[in-house]
Every structure is written in structure tokens, then in C-alpha cells.
């Protein structure tokens, strides 16, 4: 059985799709992108900004589901430019016990979403 996940402290979806699904204790989210849920603008300023928008999304995905960073077991970032794992990986890296972090990939992609800089997606379990 899945159970639809969705806050308004996350972006509302832009298509036919959830911000995430619980099935069983296995949370499976949406990619985050740096989207300000209270106005629904874009925030591209720099990679730092827009990487802590992006995790602060997911945030609240994971705490509608009752849980926190700590659930996550797996992540993957997709980036347009490659030449900003370092900021993105240090804006992350932040948000997790590096002991207990997820698994995770990191892939470049051409374009993103609304032509993003990066998004992340998640799958935490209780």
C-alpha cells in the first residue's frame, strides 16, 4: 500500500507526480529543486543558495513523513555542471552525520527541470 506524501513547505509538484511516496517504511521522494514553496520562484543566486533551498525542501518532505536526514539510506544529486560538486557537496555534506551519511551518486546531467543547477532526490526508511 502507498501512502502520498505532500506539504506546503515543499514546492507542489509541476506535473503528474507526488513530492513523495511512503510504501511500508520506505520513503521514496521527488527530486527537490531550489523552488521557494511560499512564492513558487525560482532562487538561482549561486550554487550554495540554491543547494540549501534544495535541502531545505527535502527537509520538509522528510519530516511530513515523519522523519529527518538521519532515515535517508540513498540520494542522488543530478547536476548541470560538474564544476559545482565541490559547493554542493559541502552544502550537503552539512546536513548529515558523516558516520551514518546515505549512499549516494552524483551525476551531470545536460539540463534540469526550469534549468536548475541541481536536484536531489531521496529514499529514507523508518
Do not use: C, H, W
Request: hydrophobic content about 40%.
Amino acid at each position: 500500500m502507498k501512502k502520498i506524501i505532500t506539504t506546503t513547505k515543499a514546492p507542489a509538484p509541476i506535473g503528474p507526480y507526488n513530492q513523495a511516496i511512503l510504501s511500508g517504511n520506505t520513503l521514496y521522494t521527488s527530486g527537490q529543486v531550489a523552488i521557494n514553496p511560499a512564492t513558487g520562484e525560482l532562487v538561482l543566486d549561486d550554487i550554495k543558495t540554491e543547494t540549501e533551498l534544495v535541502m531545505q525542501n527535502l527537509k520538509a518532505v522528510l519530516e511530513e513523513a515523519d522523519m529527518t536526514f538521519e532515515n535517508v539510506v540513498k540520494t542522488t544529486i543530478f547536476l548541470s555542471d560538474m564544476n559545482n560538486f565541490a559547493a554542493v557537496n559541502e552544502v550537503y555534506g552539512s546536513y548529515f552525520n558523516e558516520d551514518t551519511a546515505p549512499a549516494r551518486e552524483t551525476v551531470a546531467v545536460r539540463t534540469l527541470p526550469k534549468s536548475v543547477n541541481v536536484e536531489i532526490s531521496a529514499i529514507a526508511i523508518k
